[in-house]
């Protein structure tokens, strides 16, 4: 019999995708074995019989048979049987019983095939237990002879460990060297739509910092293509003129060609603005005077629009009142007159209405967000919720080594909802929160809830245990909890200022505090605020940064609502971007990761046709508002003086 081949099993994509459970694509790949080892007297149908039970499925029965094949050989045959029973195992998953087999692998007589494949093993079941760390660990060595699969697969983990770690930039990294291992076109261009979707989750200034990283001219053109993208905002012919003009500098880059071209085409292209425009708003009632800030917004944004294209376009605006009109009737009515679109609801209760519409005729940009999933696909949903806050303000501080976290909200729903994203974000991000504090919405005084949340009370016992035990008195300082690197808070103006004092006398005045844009009451105020130096907080750039956030639209509002302006600005922001967003969401759905720099904040789609923003920062210098520097982490407390 002539000497055979040891076949081997594709490795699926689900390996990776449900067993890791991480959102990214992997390029099809084939398991590589010791190349060239061959056996006389390979057991063909036994090795077919396992791969036809993987291939439906029965990962379980398919390890097992490959276990039976392997007690079955000797080395390295033993070893390669054994690694395919944990490659179905990894599917199942049964990920005890997998690094039970991968740990009992003898390598001693392996190649450097046989030790590539066992590391590739055993970082994949690292990443599916949650430890990127230890998979990078793994990831680590280098076998020159191994397979062009087997290195690829190797860099695209590291992908996954340096995303599950919140390592944006490194992830970015990993796969321009990615890029040099891909020689299939659809393979490489995919990689290259996965580096732009990776600088759409960076913020501004992390993207503007790369743009200057010289000594990395692969990163640097890629920062720099990001930031012409986010700086031409909704200006599609400016946008056009500086991707024309960096490919000029930069024409041999791998984003140069086919993905330009249709980056321009698909998102810069000049589009057609609705001839009728809808806007359903609740002008009566208890979000009356919310809904104004809204319509007032989006019928600026349309007057600039219109002096600058001279397009027509005709806006009816219907009153939804306090609950009492149906949302749907509403809609009907809105297409009987001609609408092309529909901008609103505004309350929870009419968009879940509207969301419910399997069938709706025209699309319909809802302005608040909910938790359900949309039935049409014509559905999109734009808000202000705290939650995008929360996520940002997370990123920002664990990117800046910020992980532990101490959580401070208002008491009530909203105070617990933000409460919850903000631990929910630290534990997406590798961070912790430590301790969630409440502080009460009838009474300043938070000295009980500081001491409790700091464990000064614990610092008071063990002083008196102390004083107890050596008979006499002493002097004291009572010392908070020393692992809390970042505070972060959920509370309105009023409270921030009662806050931050009263964190400074509970000894905490060296810790960084970022906050949600309600401490902010959107009127620079020194004397009210002064107490607030220092303070960070997530805003839009409508209320931070006049010069760049829709500087014709805030002419307009600042001159006809001034006093409006400041009270309700993030509602301003959020009609100014309903209206610009128009044409583009459609087209922001189908190319993710693709960011447009809004009035509320850098504005993206997700799958679920949710427009999410990122905020910008501002920190409080001289009891005003100033953009906010990168954070710095507090020097740790001395751990030579003794704790009492």
Same mark, same amino acid.
């Given at each position: 019999?002539?000497?055979?081949?040891?076949?081997?099993?594709?490795?699926?994509?689900?390996?990776?995708?449900?067993?890791?459970?991480?959102?990214?694509?992997?390029?099809?790949?084939?398991?590589?074995?010791?190349?060239?080892?061959?056996?006389?007297?390979?057991?063909?149908?036994?090795?077919?019989?396992?791969?036809?039970?993987? $291939?439906?499925?029965?990962?379980?029965? !398919?390890?097992?048979?490959?276990?039976?094949?392997?007690?079955?050989?000797?080395?390295?045959?033993?070893?390669?049987?054994?690694?395919?029973?944990?490659?179905?195992?990894?599917?199942?998953?049964? =990920?005890?019983?997998?690094?039970?087999?991968? $740990?009992?692998?003898?390598?001693?007589?392996?190649?450097?095939?046989?030790?590539?494949?066992?590391?590739?093993?055993?970082?994949?079941?690292?990443?599916? #237990?949650?430890?990127? !760390?230890?998979?990078?660990?793994?990831?680590?060595?280098?076998?020159?002879?191994?397979?062009?699969?087997?290195?690829?697969?190797?860099?695209? +983990?590291?992908?996954?460990?340096?995303?599950?770690?919140?390592?944006?930039?490194?992830?970015?990294?990993?796969? +321009?060297?990615?890029?040099? #291992?891909?020689?299939?076109?659809?393979? %490489?261009?995919?990689?290259?739509?996965?580096?732009? !979707?990776?600088?759409?989750?960076?913020?501004?200034?992390?993207?503007?910092?790369?743009?200057?990283?010289?000594?990395?001219?692969?990163?640097?053109?890629?920062?720099? =293509?990001?930031?012409?993208?986010?700086?031409?905002?909704?200006?599609?012919?400016?946008?056009?003129?500086?991707?024309?003009?960096?490919?000029?500098?930069?024409?041999?880059?791998?984003?140069?060609?086919?993905?330009?071209?249709?980056?321009?085409?698909?998102?810069?292209?000049? +589009?057609?603005?609705?001839?009728?425009?809808?806007?359903?708003?609740?002008?009566?009632?208890?979000?009356?005077?919310?809904?104004?800030?809204?319509?007032?917004?989006?019928?600026?944004?349309?007057?600039?629009?219109?002096?600058? /294209?001279?397009?027509? /376009?005709?806006?009816?605006? %219907?009153?939804?009142?306090?609950?009492?009109?149906?949302?749907?009737?509403?809609?009907?009515?809105?297409?009987?007159?001609?609408?092309?679109?529909?901008?609103?609801?505004?309350?929870?209760?009419?968009?879940?209405?509207?969301?419910?519409?399997?069938?709706?005729?025209?699309?319909?940009?809802?302005?608040?967000?909910?938790?359900?999933? *949309?039935?049409?696909?014509?559905? %999109?949903?734009?808000?202000?919720?705290?939650?995008?806050?929360?996520?940002?303000?997370?990123?920002?501080?664990? $990117?800046?080594?910020?992980?532990?976290?101490?959580?401070?909200?208002?008491?009530?729903?909203?105070?617990?909802?933000?409460?919850?994203?903000?631990?929910?974000?630290?534990?997406?991000?590798?961070?912790? *929160?430590?301790?969630?504090?409440? #502080?009460?919405?009838? @009474?300043?005084?938070?000295?009980?809830?500081?001491?409790?949340?700091?464990?000064?009370?614990?610092?008071?016992?063990?002083?008196?245990?102390?004083?107890?035990?050596?008979?006499? @008195?002493?002097?004291?300082?009572?010392?908070?909890?020393?692992?809390?690197?970042?505070?972060?808070? !959920? @509370?309105?103006?009023?409270?921030?200022?009662?806050?931050?004092?009263?964190?400074?006398?509970?000894?905490?005045?060296?810790?960084?505090?970022?906050?949600?844009?309600?401490?902010?009451?959107?009127?620079?105020?020194?004397?009210?605020?002064?107490?607030?130096?220092?303070?960070?907080?997530?805003?839009?750039?409508?209320?931070?940064?006049?010069?760049?956030?829709?500087?014709?639209?805030?002419?307009?509002?600042?001159?006809?609502?001034?006093?409006?302006?400041?009270?309700?600005?993030?509602?301003?922001?959020?009609?100014?971007?309903?209206?610009?967003? +128009?044409?583009?969401?459609?087209? =922001?759905?189908?190319?993710?990761?693709?960011?447009?720099?809004?009035?509320?904040?850098?504005?993206?789609?997700? $799958?679920?046709?949710?427009?999410?923003?990122?905020?910008?920062?501002?920190?409080?210098?001289?009891?005003?508002?100033?953009?906010?520097?990168?954070?710095?982490?507090?020097?740790?407390?001395?751990?030579?003086?003794?704790?009492?």
């Amino acid at each position: 019999m002539s000497p055979k081949r040891i076949s081997k099993l594709p490795i699926p994509h689900s390996v990776l995708i449900r067993t890791l459970a991480v959102s990214v694509m992997l390029l099809t790949l084939t398991a590589c074995g010791p190349g060239g080892v061959t056996r006389p007297e390979a057991d063909d149908k036994a090795i077919a019989a396992a791969t036809q039970m993987s $291939s439906l499925g029965r990962y379980l029965d !398919a390890a097992n048979a490959f276990l039976a094949l392997a007690a079955k050989e000797n080395a390295p045959f033993r070893q390669q049987f054994e690694m395919d029973a944990v490659e179905q195992l990894l599917q199942a998953p049964d =990920l005890s019983r997998a690094a039970q087999i991968l $740990s009992s692998v003898d390598l001693s007589k392996s190649d450097d095939g046989l030790r590539s494949r066992h590391q590739l093993l055993g970082a994949r079941l690292a990443l599916a #237990l949650s430890d990127p !760390a230890r998979a990078l660990l793994l990831l680590q060595p280098k076998y020159p002879q191994a397979a062009v699969a087997d290195q690829v697969l190797r860099s695209q +983990l590291r992908v996954i460990a340096h995303k599950q770690l919140g390592q944006g930039i490194e992830a970015i990294r990993e796969r +321009l060297q990615l890029a040099s #291992l891909l020689s299939n076109a659809t393979q %490489y261009a995919q990689n290259v739509s996965d580096i732009w !979707a990776a600088f759409g989750q960076l913020d501004d200034i992390t993207v503007a910092t790369l743009a200057q990283q010289f000594n990395e001219p692969d990163l640097q053109a890629w920062a720099e =293509l990001a930031l012409v993208d986010r700086e031409s905002r909704f200006d599609y012919l400016q946008f056009q003129a500086r991707a024309n003009d960096w490919r000029v500098r930069h024409p041999n880059h791998a984003a140069a060609g086919g993905f330009l071209d249709g980056l321009i085409e698909k998102y810069s292209a000049p +589009l057609e603005a609705p001839s009728q425009i809808a806007l359903i708003l609740p002008l009566n009632g208890r979000y009356a005077a919310q809904a104004a800030a809204v319509r007032d917004g989006f019928m600026a944004a349309h007057f600039d629009r219109q002096s600058q /294209t001279g397009i027509p /376009t005709t806006i009816r605006v %219907y009153d939804s009142g306090d609950g009492q009109i149906k949302i749907t009737e509403l809609y009907a009515r809105a297409v009987a007159d001609g609408a092309k679109v529909i901008v609103g609801p505004l309350a929870k209760p009419a968009v879940e209405q509207l969301a419910a519409i399997a069938d709706l005729q025209i699309p319909v940009l809802a302005l608040n967000r909910i938790d359900v999933t *949309a039935a049409s696909t014509k559905f %999109y949903q734009f808000g202000l919720p705290p939650e995008d806050e929360a996520d940002a303000i997370v990123q920002r501080a664990v $990117s800046s080594g910020l992980t532990q976290a101490l959580v401070i909200t208002t008491e009530g729903a909203w105070g617990d909802r933000v409460g919850q994203s903000f631990q929910s974000a630290l534990t997406a991000n590798g961070g912790l *929160a430590l301790a969630v504090a409440r #502080l009460p919405a009838t @009474s300043s005084d938070y000295r009980n809830v500081l001491e409790d949340a700091l464990l000064l009370k614990q610092s008071l016992a063990r002083r008196n245990d102390v004083m107890a035990r050596i008979g006499t @008195s002493a002097e004291f300082e009572p010392r908070r909890r020393d692992d809390v690197q970042v505070i972060l808070v !959920a @509370s309105n103006d009023r409270q921030m200022r009662s806050l931050r004092p009263q964190l400074e006398f509970h000894h905490a005045e060296d810790l960084p505090i970022i906050a949600l844009s309600n401490i902010y009451s959107g009127y620079p105020d020194a004397n009210a605020d002064r107490d607030l130096n220092g303070v960070m907080f997530a805003d839009s750039p409508w209320r931070i940064d006049d010069a760049t956030s829709a500087p014709s639209e805030r002419l307009l509002v600042d001159r006809f609502w001034p006093e409006r302006n400041a009270q309700a600005g993030n509602l301003f922001a959020l009609g100014v971007d309903a209206y610009r967003l +128009l044409p583009y969401v459609p087209r =922001l759905a189908n190319t993710g990761g693709t960011r447009i720099e809004g009035a509320s904040g850098g504005l993206f789609v997700d $799958s679920q046709r949710q427009v999410h923003r990122q905020p910008v920062f501002a920190v409080f210098k001289n009891g005003v508002p100033i953009p906010a520097p990168d954070l710095v982490p507090p020097t740790a407390i001395g751990a030579e003086s003794p704790q009492l």
